[in-house]
């Protein structure tokens, strides 16, 4: 958050724009998000078995979140276009929620951050989980999908501490 806590995407009159980043300068940035997806233990278990009709479910939602977090700009109004260097989608199987967890790390040498393209990764990937295997559990959740830590820019380093709400 800015240090004066106010919206750096609206005008003083309330009009929206992309905001300025050409005098910023370039550094190294990374952010990482995640969310999960919960499910019966019988979607899980044909997931990990590989026995869903529409194949690799984890691979496709991989690709789908790298591709989604390369697509960022094109989906959220007003989030600047970025030439990524990495983005690494990773999804965790959790038999306890029972579900997956799924976390992306996004990398950029650039004049603003890559937190949404973090998001987004994570929530493509856990809709195409969903996507992929509702033809077998409808009932399937998704969420919370939240920012985990943030590095690079102006503002530094920020990390999610134990027991932030949503947390768990």
Same mark, same amino acid.
């Given at each position: ?76 109004? $007003?989030?600047?276009?970025?030439? $990524? ?28 951050? &890559?937190?949404?393209?973090? $998001? ?24 919370? &999908? ?23």
């Amino acid at each position: 958050m800015n240090d004066d806590r106010s919206l750096t995407h609206i005008g003083s009159r309330g009009e929206a724009h992309m905001v300025d980043v050409g005098s910023k300068a370039a550094s190294e940035r990374v952010a990482t998000a995640e969310g999960w997806i919960r499910m019966q233990s019988e979607t899980l278990s044909t997931i990990e078995h590989g026995d869903a009709k529409k194949g690799d479910v984890v691979g496709t939602a991989r690709i789908a979140g790298i591709m989604a977090a390369k697509q960022t700009s094109n989906l959220i109004p $007003l989030c600047h276009p970025l030439l $990524l260097s990495k983005v690494v989608v990773d999804i965790v199987s959790e038999p306890e929620l029972p579900g997956f967890r799924v976390e992306a790390t996004v990398e950029v040498n650039g004049r603003t951050g &890559v937190e949404m393209e973090a $998001l987004t990764a994570v929530s493509v990937a856990c809709l195409t989980l969903y996507d992929m295997a509702k033809a077998i559990d409808r009932g399937m959740e998704i969420g919370p &999908v939240r920012l985990v830590s943030k590095s690079g820019g102006r503002s530094g380093t920020w990390t999610r501490r134990i027991g932030e709400a949503n947390d768990q």
